[in-house]
T-cell receptor, first 113, second 117 residues
Framework: DQQVKQNSPSLSVQEGRISILNCDYT??????FLWYKKYPAEGPTFLISISSIKDKNEDGRFTVFLNKSAKHLSLHIVPSQPGDSAVYFCAASAFGNNNDMRFGAGTRLTVKP | DVKVTQSSRYLVKRTGEKVFLECVQDMDHENMFWYRQDPGLGLRLIYF???????EKGDIPEGYSVSREKKERFSLILESASTNQTSMYLC????????????????FGDGTRLSIL
């Protein structure tokens, strides 16, 4: 049973515009959320995280928003750049136990020049 | 920078063979993980280890075993490879933060694409 869902397998945006990647989760015990980026032929790399005590975390062009009541988080990339083209995975864990981290299926982002 | 190295990028094996996938990390991390990545399913945890000689089953341990004889090395073993084990295998490691648990991101290797014929 997929506790973390990324319902959009792909997203295409124009360079300079905003990219919004979405993620939904079902387990109300999740309290730590992460986004990973994966280029072809490389492993996922950690991008940004947020704990459940916050509703927003920002790091440069990347912002993650958490809506606990809706069990929804999103990653905003502004402005989008062609180098952002990759697969983005959402992940979540509970009680500080990152040994039990659940991943979404990923969203492939394409940023067109 | 954390470096997680997987011994092979591509591997082709035959049904019934015993297959070893090796992973080494250089950051003295306590935790190490093996995942497989399949289209539409994301990353699924096979096994993890939180210390030398310790191992815990993940979501899909059937058909796999692991070995952690040294802190920096975590091996995944396919006891008798089958075609449904054709996949991308990813190793990861993370540190354990003392005093209340860990919320440390996992660091991944570049993956091993395994094909079982």
């Amino acid at each position: 049973d997929q506790q973390v869902k990324q319902n959009s397998p792909s997203l295409s945006v124009q360079e300079g515009r905003i990219s919004i990647l979405n993620c939904d989760y079902t387990n109300s015990m999740f309290d730590y959320f992460l986004w990973y980026k994966k280029y072809p032929a490389e492993g996922p790399t950690f991008l940004i995280s947020i704990s459940s005590i916050k509703d927003k975390n920002e790091d440069g062009r990347f912002t993650v928003f958490l809506n606990k009541s809706a069990k929804h988080l999103s990653l905003h990339i502004v402005p989008s750049q062609p180098g952002d083209s990759a697969v983005y995975f959402c992940a979540a864990s509970a009680f500080g136990n990152n040994n039990d981290m659940r991943f979404g299926a990923g969203t492939r982002l394409t940023v067109k020049p | 920078d954390v470096k997680v190295t997987q011994s092979s990028r591509y591997l082709v094996k035959r049904t019934g063979e015993k297959v070893f996938l090796e992973c080494v990390q250089d950051m003295d991390h306590e935790n190490m993980f093996w995942y497989r990545q399949d289209p539409g399913l994301g990353l699924r945890l096979i096994y993890f280890s939180y210390d030398v000689k310790m191992k815990e089953k993940g979501d899909i341990p059937e058909g796999y075993s692991v070995s952690r004889e040294k802190k920096e090395r975590f091996s995944l073993i396919l006891e008798s490879a089958s075609t449904n084990q054709t996949s991308m295998y990813l190793c990861a490691s993370s540190s354990y933060e003392q005093g209340g648990g860990s919320n440390q991101p996992q660091h991944f290797g570049d993956g091993t694409r395994l094909s079982i014929l």
